[in-house]
Antibody, heavy 119, light 110 residues
Framework: QLQLQESGPGLVKSSETLSLTCSVS??????????WGWIRQPPGEGLEWIGS???????YYNPSLKSRLTISVDTSNSRFSLKVSSVTAADTAIYYC???????????WGQGTTVTVSS | QSALTQPASVSGSPGQSITISCTGT?????????VCWYQQHPGKVPKLMIY???NRPSGVSNRFSGSKSGNTASLTISGLQAEDEADYYC??????????FGTGTKVTVL
């Protein structure tokens, strides 16, 4: 059974770079049928799609975040990563990694990791 | 990209049917059959309930159904049960090759 697990610092200082990794187990990250992505949810708010990547490295970013985003993939270690630069308090959220089948931002989700941006 | 529009709250009594709307544009909901619905209980991970407008993943109750007309998609929950009380989010693929979520709807079972 495919499982995703986010990891990374729970506290990031304002203006610095947020870095998270999603480890994929129980299945292959190399798939022509799926992309891999990130979604976040600020406290008490709704879901926001951040971006996604294919196993070959093609990336797709939320236009409102694009200038600060980098999503990368490491197929040899079955993981993919998210970097958000120049963070502010508005980037405080639960960050989820997901598997994206065609037409869906996520059918398998990680448990989520809380990231707080401190001043 | 702007969030899809959902009602903030919908309520119903046990056994009743409720419908949640999700309104977008021709660049997202109206342009693609890639509308999904997610259920999220407090403190839990969102769960995919409907994909490609009207398809249910394995294990999702057939009390949940989806449809679309023009730029508006809908999720109907029939035979409402206490366990259905949760937040619901729609999502759609967009012409920018991205995804956008709805504003979310809190479903209350009276």
């Amino acid at each position: 059974q495919l499982q995703l697990q986010e990891s990374g610092p729970g506290l990031v200082k304002s203006s610095e770079t947020l870095s998270l990794t999603c480890s994929v187990s129980g299945g292959s990250l190399i798939s022509s049928s799926h992309n891999w992505g990130w979604i976040r949810q600020p406290p008490g708010e709704g879901l926001e799609w951040i971006g996604s990547i294919s196993y070959s490295g093609s990336t797709y970013y939320n236009p409102s975040l694009k200038s600060r985003l980098t999503i990368s993939v490491d197929t040899s270690n079955s993981r993919f990563s998210l970097k958000v630069s120049s963070v502010t308090a508005a980037d405080t959220a639960i960050y989820y990694c997901t598997r994206l089948p065609n037409g869906s931002p996520g059918d398998v989700w990680g448990q989520g990791t809380t990231v707080t941006v401190s001043s | 990209q702007s969030a899809l529009t959902q009602p903030a709250s919908v309520s119903g009594s046990p056994g009743q049917s409720i419908t949640i709307s999700c309104t977008g544009t021709s660049s997202d909901v109206g342009g693609y059959n890639s509308v999904c619905w997610y259920q999220q209980h407090p403190g839990k991970v969102p769960k995919l309930m409907i994909y490609e407008v009207s398809n249910r993943p394995s294990g999702v109750s057939n009390r949940f159904s989806g449809s679309k007309s023009g730029n508006t998609a809908s999720l109907t929950i029939s035979g409402l049960q206490a366990e259905d009380e949760a937040d619901y989010y729609c999502s759609s693929f967009t012409s920018s090759i991205t995804y956008v979520f709805g504003t979310g709807t809190k479903v209350t079972v009276l």
